[in-house]
C-alpha cells in the first residue's frame, strides 16, 4: 500500500486526558498536520461482490477510532478545516476540468473523494461522518455525468459510500468490515437526513441508467471543455486493414459459415454489458432497503 493509502493528515489527534489517539505519528503531511498509520484494510481478491460474475475488487472500510472526537476539541476542529479545505479544492479541479490543473477523468474525482471517505470515517463520529458523506455522495453524483463513463469507477466508488450509509442508518456493521465501537452501533440518521439520503439515492440511480444509456460520448461537455480536450486519432482505413482485406462477415461468399466471424471473443463484451446493467441495480440497494423501510414505517 502506498502512503497516501497507509495514513491521512493526523486532524484528529488530541492530547493526553482526551479521547485516544489514532495512530503513531511518522509524516508531516500537506498544511503541517501529522500523517497516522491508519488500520485501513489491503484490497483482497476474497473482498468481491458478484452478480454471478465478479464485478470489481472491494476492500473493507477502514475502521473506526474507539472513541468519537469531541466537539469543542482542538481535534474536531482541525477535521472540520482539512475537510472543506480539501473539498473546495476538489471542486476547483472540478471547475477546471479538461485544463490544466483539473481533473480529466472520474478516476481521479473519486480518488480524491475516497481519501475523505476513508478520513471522516476513521474520525467515528458521526456528527462530522453524516453531513459530510452526504456532501460526498451528492458532489459525486452531480460531477458523474461531466467525465467519460468509467463504470469500476462509479460503482466501486458507490459501493464504499452505500457500506458507509448503511452502517449509520442501522448501526450495525457488515459482515466483510470490522466491528463498531459501542457508540456508533446505534441509528444514526434522524428522519430529515434520510429523506435527504434517499433522494440522493433515488437520483444517483436514476443518473447512472442514464449514463450507462448514454455511453461515454453523450457525456455534458460544454463547447469551451470541447474545445479543451485532446482530439481522439483519425482513423487511417489503409492503416487499418493495409492488405485492403474486407471485414468479416458471417458467411465466407459460398454459403459456407466463417466460424472464426462467430466465434470471436469481442462478441463476449455483450456479456459483460449485462453484468454492469446488473450492477445499476445494486447501486446503493443496501442503503435504499433500509431506508424505505424506515420511512415507510411512519
Not at 472540520?80 to 490543473?101: P, T
Amino acid at each position: 500500500m502506498d502512503q497516501e493509502s497507509e495514513g491521512h493528515a493526523q486532524v484528529m489527534e488530541e492530547p493526553a486526558g482526551g479521547e485516544q489517539d489514532m495512530g503513531e505519528e511518522h509524516v508531516s503531511g500537506a498544511g503541517g498536520f501529522i500523517q497516522p498509520s491508519l488500520p485501513s484494510p489491503p484490497y483482497a481478491p476474497s473482498d468481491q461482490v458478484t452478480c454471478d460474475v465478479t464485478l470489481q475488487f472491494q476492500r473493507p472500510l477502514s475502521v473506526p477510532r474507539p472513541t468519537p472526537l469531541r466537539p469543542s476539541s482542538k481535534a474536531a476542529t482541525r477535521l472540520r478545516s482539512y475537510m472543506d479545505n480539501n473539498l473546495r479544492e476538489i471542486s476547483g479541479k472540478y471547475a477546471r476540468k479538461y485544463m490544466a490543473g483539473g481533473y480529466y477523468d472520474l478516476k481521479s474525482v473519486a480518488a480524491d473523494l475516497e481519501i475523505l471517505v476513508d478520513l471522516i470515517w476513521v474520525s467515528s463520529t458521526p456528527y462530522f461522518q453524516i453531513p459530510y458523506l452526504l456532501q460526498i455522495a451528492n458532489t459525486f453524483n452531480d460531477y458523474m455525468a461531466y467525465f467519460p463513463l468509467d463504470l469500476k469507477t462509479t460503482f466501486t466508488f458507490l459501493d464504499l459510500l452505500d457500506r458507509c450509509f448503511y452502517t449509520l442508518i442501522t448501526g450495525t456493521a457488515l459482515p466483510e468490515n470490522s466491528p463498531l465501537p459501542p457508540h456508533m452501533a446505534v441509528k444514526q440518521l434522524n428522519q430529515t437526513e434520510k429523506v435527504r439520503l434517499k433522494s440522493i439515492v433515488e437520483r444517483t440511480r436514476l443518473h447512472c441508467v442514464k449514463n450507462m444509456e448514454d455511453g461515454p460520448t453523450h457525456a455534458q461537455y460544454s463547447e469551451a471543455e470541447v474545445g479543451n480536450m485532446t482530439p481522439a486519432p483519425e482513423h487511417d482505413l489503409e492503416h487499418d486493414n493495409p492488405e485492403g482485406e474486407t471485414p468479416a462477415e458471417p458467411n465466407n461468399g459460398n454459403g459456407s459459415v466463417n466460424a472464426n466471424y462467430i466465434l470471436n471473443e469481442d462478441d463476449e463484451d455483450e456479456d459483460e454489458s449485462h453484468v454492469w446493467v446488473l450492477a445499476v441495480t445494486r447501486v446503493y440497494e443496501r442503503s435504499l432497503v433500509e431506508l424505505s423501510e424506515q420511512l415507510s414505517a411512519l
